[in-house]
């Protein structure tokens, strides 16, 4: 049986009218509560943190930004209900939708037809036209801030920033923003307004007719230069549909229509003259299968007034579907729970829906039905609305192995599974180790793990990009935030040891060594920071775009910029040598032995000489080249786009074996003890033999991998999109 947290002493009983009756979560603002008002409606109320409720200028922007989502009144709307951003202390309060995620949605019933598309399309352009009349920009429209209700969707979360400005709490360190959904603009530092949302309105109407998001998978940084410098794959829309949704993602903000405009155009992709011919608030809007499993949710709604139980921990394990923004099971030393009861007027849900055996068309592979977390409470697929989910994330503080029995067992054999632990819905980054601690990042909190138990040590917010793998160095965890910051993490405690200002947003990984960290920032530059003070050694302007991640040797620093990969003394921050890739040089460099390797969006991997910065030679795949790459054993190995994981003769380009996958978005390989090591869109990861190329073994995550897997002390370390992170035996 699932629980929500317990409250614990110092938790208010009342905020405002609302009584408080569960933990919900924590976030970087606050603590979130579940809490009924007087005649029993359910709300989320958001108690900010007393640190900066103390802030007279946080109360401030505070109070203006909540002041402008209430503003925020649309029929495909769900936004604040009330607020007092004076009390002691300060709050807010939304409201609770019943539906399902959208992308949940996708992700278990497959790609939509048209004509649903279309009327989703009409839905959230009117919320966004709703959302832009209070002067409000969403910023982080995607799959999983759209709920799907009988009557239309919801638009949840927005009110993070006001039109025309940079928002104010996003420089108290909120995220803000998604890989493949965020605009050129909103990437590379420039200022955004509701053209803005228009992008991520066509990159989810995109995602929702072909299951995919229109710049593909990757990392973070991957999805960003696509997102900046490529044109979207719109290959398998339907005409009509493909000629709005193009227009959305144009690069220019003034190239893409207006809300108004867009609304006409897909009237006339939907072939009516009203702004759709099949309107997202009749019946039948749905796709039939989805349609069912909104109905699923909505009857588990409560039948009467009385508040739910606040429930203990448990050790129990988190449901094998968990919703956007849930977290797994409180610590095993908790008490059991006390179940909810029907007699307290709640419902139990159906038996969650079961999808067919996994195949090409059908890689998700995981129940959609409703979580009975969710079901039991009577809350269904409910979300959060309204102002900021990305600074208000549902979570426990305690541990969330999925696994009652998930003590690693020191003598399993070969890619078996020592533990699993849920981390939150979505995990995109890559593990870092250091000092028996694994930390991921997972929409801007740090995650550290025990190495040995699997049970979460502790959590820091850091504000960072989904997606951006933090670095790790004796002890020390590094990782940066959307806000433009570089944060120093103590891997054994989550204490700050310092934040260095980078000045712009970073979408690279930080590297570490001989006592300094090298980073970059999105508009290229290149810092080297003391890794025990925190205090600026250097600069360099390596130039646009900077979605290269550093690499260092032997007095070398490497990184890519402007079309180009650069030598960069570590010592004086000078240029050696500057080689041209070409306009769309991307990869992160990877050195050994007197090389240096970097692939690029041309297809090709580029082996240069660090001494002289000459080519050595070029090798040609079968796709683009955005992965990292690994050396070892006198060769190069790398993934790409073609679905395929190659190893490449260090001394002469030539091919050494290909290892086939057919998973397009192959991660960055790791090499350890004669394996390498990569995971797949289809949610394995696969040991390799570095030698013969034939697979050793395969584990099976259940969902899309799209990080690099670590390895330390013969432990395999990969995490997937359904927000666990395993350990596996090497």
Known sequence: ???????EAGDPEQVGRYRIVARLGAGGMGRVY????????????????????????????????????????????????????????????????????????????????????LALGAGLAEALEAIHAADVVHRD????????????????????????????????????????????????GKPVGPAGDVFSLGAVLAFTATGAGPFGTGSAHALS???????????????????????????????????????????????????????????????????????????TAPRRQAPPPALPETSEPPPPDP?????????????????????????????????????????????????????????????????????????????????????PTLTAPSGEQRWKFYASRGVYSSPAVTAGTVCVNVYGDLHAVDTATGKRRWRSHTGS????????????????????????????????????????????????????????????????????????????????????????????????????????????GKQRWKFPIGKEGFSSPAVADGMVYAGSPDGNLYAVDTATGRQRWKFPTGGKVYSWSAVADGAVYLGSEDGALYAVETSTGEQRWKFPIHDRGVTSPTVADGLVYVGSAGGDVYAVDTATGRQRWKFPTGSRVSSSPTVADGVVYAANSEGNLYAVTE
């Open 1 to 7: 049986m699932e629980a929500f947290e317990v409250l």
């Open 34 to 117: 579940l809490g009924r008002s007087p005649g029993g409606r359910a709300v989320a109320v958001k108690v900010v943190r007393a640190e900066l409720a103390e802030d007279g200028d946080f109360r401030r922007r505070f109070a203006r930004e909540v002041a402008a989502a209430r503003r925020v009144n649309g029929v495909f709307t769900a936004g604040v209900v009330d607020a007092d951003p004076e009390g002691a202390p300060a709050w807010l309060a939304t409201a609770y939708v019943p539906g399902v995620p959208l992308g949940d949605a996708v992700a278990a019933h497959g790609p939509w037809p048209e004509g649903p598309v």
């Open 141 to 188: 429209l995607k799959p999983s801030n759209i709920l799907l209700a009988a009557d239309g969707p919801r638009v949840i979360d927005f009110g993070i920033s006001v039109a025309g400005e940079a928002s104010a709490l996003t420089r108290t360190g909120m995220v803000v923003g998604t890989p493949g959904f965020m605009s050129p603009e909103q990437l590379t």
């Open 225 to 299: 230069f696509r997102v900046v410098y490529e044109e979207p794959d719109l290959r398998q829309i339907p005409p009509a549909l493909r000629a709005v949704v193009a227009r959305c993602l144009a690069k220019e903000p003034d190239q893409r229509p207006t809300v108004a405009a867009l609304l006409h155009q897909l009237a006339e992709a939907a072939g009516g003259e009203q702004p759709v011919a099949h309107t997202p608030t009749q019946p039948g809007w749905l796709p039939e299968p989805v349609a069912a499993s909104v109905h699923a949710r909505t009857v």
């Open 323 to 407: 919703v956007p923004g849930e977290r797994g099971a409180g610590p095993s030393a908790s008490p059991a729970p006390t179940p909810l009861r029907e007699q307290d007027g709640f419902v139990r849900p159906p038996p969650a829906e079961r999808l067919p055996p996994r195949s090409p068309a059908n890689a998700v592979g995981r129940p959609s039905g409703i979580t009975r977390r969710r079901a039991l409470l009577g809350l269904g697929g409910a979300t959060v609305a309204g102002l900021g989910y990305v600074g208000w994330k549902s979570s426990d503080g305690g541990s969330s192995t999925r696994e009652p029995d998930s003590a």
């Open 465 to 572: 990009v989904a997606g951006l793998s933090p670095a790790a160095a004796g002890g020390v965890v590094y990782i940066s935030g959307a806000d433009g910051t570089l944060h120093a993490v103590d891997a054994a405690t989550g204490k700050r040891r310092w934040t260095f200002p980078t000045g712009d947003p970073v979408y690279t990984v930080a590297a570490v060594a001989a006592g300094v960290v090298y980073i970059g920032s999105v508009h290229g530059t290149l810092h080297a920071v003391d890794a025990a003070t925190g205090k600026r050694r250097w600069t360099f302007p390596a130039g646009l775009p900077n979605y290269s991640s550093p690499a260092v040797a032997e007095g070398v620093v490497y990184v890519g910029g402007d079309g180009a990969l650069y030598a960069v003394d570590t010592v004086t």
